[in-house]
């Protein structure tokens, strides 16, 4: 299914390191919980967001000083909090905790609590925990603050304890494995993405984190509270970092009221420009994205592989797939030379890969690109949408985990696309026409002969003609290349094409699935 609507209101924008969100977010701040539980689990968050939800949604004010609300995304980035508060050193736990500030667009607190047998413990805002660097901030102006969310530290590359997790704005939160640089981020839900009538951000307004039992855990339990005008939700979250760090999500949801649409385990990324879509002005890097692609595999065995851009207008598509075994934004361009940024580092951006658990029914996988003039914007977003929307106030659960991986990204086990170039050689008078090399590797085609048979198969709709197709081996890499040329029926519509290599009648590659958005 093709769609393509009006610009975005606004972008998705990354604003700050740990975590990258829109921030224009104003929800509601709940808490409903005891102050000690024994025994604290799943079942009590789940039961205060059925509380929250049989209630009216009330809107939060706006509580930051002047000084906090007015500061720069350098000012902010100057508030650090110092690493010797950190909850649990003084424990020597392999997992610590460090807090973000409130201010800038982060203007609404979390409340935090750990979490044990014995009690639940609410952590108190302390200004004196925080180095304010060059900001002239009184502390009696902050006191009374709450946190704006959370960082977990765990030593994971021999450097000392380091962040393989963090929860800041909205409900997003970020993961990472061994020798990966922060990139793509997850939220707990997506509600309307995409549609006219505009986005609703639900929001972490409350935080539950199990204090580890030993000095051996590899495994932390964070539980969180839900909200937003038209949902609340329960959530668990179990982090297991390691050089592929897995987080695994259970999720209750409770609709106040109808809504158009919600998506399951939303991925935000960025991509600005890539190997299919050439960069404008003087920019020397050969690329810049934090994903260059949408992975998805269906319960029909099939691997669909389509390429991100950064389109004009916004672009809205989806594959229909009831039960999904796995989708994902990935950042499958490993080599330094693809990027040349020392500073960013883009080949060491993790790609995540959704894993579902048990039966999610039939919906769809739906992948939202979003026009961006550059690359401090978020405008990427893929999750999975429910054909059925649940009833308000029924219960609705959910489970996956995330897989955040760097080396051993999940791919088909025959071959698989690795680059998908937009243009023509030389020789070539210039036209409207449109040039496409694809190139696939793996297993697969590796133990062919040269002079293996493998067929190209080509699908289109009807905005698009096939003008020439080839497919050849591929001397340099000992993979397969498949060359196109095609027309574009209307310029003004957007195009889809699908492409895979085929041998004695099999597949031999993944399914490679292609829009040409409108010009």
């Known amino acids: 299914m093709l769609s393509a609507g009006p610009a975005q209101p606004f972008p998705i924008s990354r604003f700050f390191h740990p975590v990258r969100f829109p921030a224009f977010l104003v929800l509601a701040l709940w ?15 789940a039961k205060a967001a059925e509380q929250l939800a049989a209630q009216p949604w009330k809107k939060p004010g706006a509580g930051l000083p002047k000084e906090l609300e007015s500061l720069s995304y350098e000012h902010y980035r100057d508030i650090r909090f110092k690493p010797d508060n950190a909850l649990w050193r003084g424990a020597k736990l392999p997992f610590e905790l460090t807090f973000f500030h409130q201010g800038f667009r982060y203007d609404q607190p979390v409340k935090i609590s750990e979490a044990s ?77 995409g549609l006219p009538s505009g986005e609703e951000f639900p929001r972490f307004v409350e935080f539950w984190i199990e204090r580890p039992a030993a000095t051996t855990a590899r495994e932390l339990v964070i539980y969180g509270l839900l909200d937003s005008r038209r949902m609340a939700g329960a959530y668990r979250f179990v982090l297991k970092p390691g050089a592929e760090t897995v987080v695994e999500v259970k999720a209750r949801l409770y609709l106040r009221e109808a809504v158009g649409k919600f998506g399951v385990a939303p991925l935000t990324s960025m991509f600005f420009f890539g190997e299919n879509q050439r960069p404008g002005g003087d920019d020397y890097r050969p690329e810049v ?47 330094f030379a693809r990027y040349e940024d020392l500073d960013l580092r883009y080949d060491r951006r993790p790609s995540a890969w959704v894993e579902p658990k048990g039966s999610w029914g039939p919906g769809r996988v739906e992948l939202v690109q979003i026009p961006s003039p550059d690359e401090s914007n978020d405008n990427i977003v893929a999750y999975w949408v429910p054909d059925t929307m649940p009833a308000p106030k029924q219960p609705w659960d959910v489970e996956y985990r995330i897989l955040w991986q760097k080396e051993a990204d999940t791919r088909p086990p025959h071959s698989w696309v690795t680059q998908s170039r937009r243009g023509h050689g030389a020789f070539r008078t210039a036209d409207a026409n449109v040039g496409m090399i694809l190139d696939f590797d793996g297993p697969a085609l590796r133990k062919l002969p040269a002079d293996a048979k493998v067929e190209g198969v080509i699908s289109n709709d009807a905005n698009v003609e096939i003008l020439r197709r080839h497919v050849y081996r591929n001397d340099a890499t000992g993979g397969w290349r ?35 958005p409108p010009d």
């Open 289 to 335: 994205h934090d994903s260059d692609g949408l992975l998805l595999h269906a319960a029909n065995d099939e691997w669909i592989w389509r390429p991100l851009q950064n389109p004009k207008r916004l672009l809205v598509t989806s594959f229909a797939t009831a039960n999904p075994l796995g989708f994902g934004l990935m950042q499958r361009d490993r080599e």
């Open 31 to 45: 808490s409903c919980l005891p102050a000690a539980a024994f025994g604290f689990a799943f079942d009590d968050v």
């Open 117 to 193: 047998e014995q009690a639940v413990t609410e952590l108190k805002f302390d200004p004196a925990q925080f180095d304010y660097g060059n900001n002239r901030i009184e502390a009696d102006k902050v006191a009374g603050l709450g946190y704006a969310g959370f960082r977990v530290n765990f030593q994971m590359n021999g450097k000392g304890k380091e962040e393989v997790m963090s929860f800041l704005g909205a409900s997003y939160f970020r993961a990472l494995g061994k020798d990966q640089y922060a990139g793509l981020s997850a939220r707990g839900l997506a509600v309307d993405t």
């Open 482 to 516: 498949m060359a196109l040329e095609l027309r574009r029926i209307d310029g003004g519509k957007p195009a889809e094409l699908r492409a895979f290599l085929r041998m004695d009648n099999n597949p031999v590659s993944e399914t490679w699935s292609y829009i040409l």
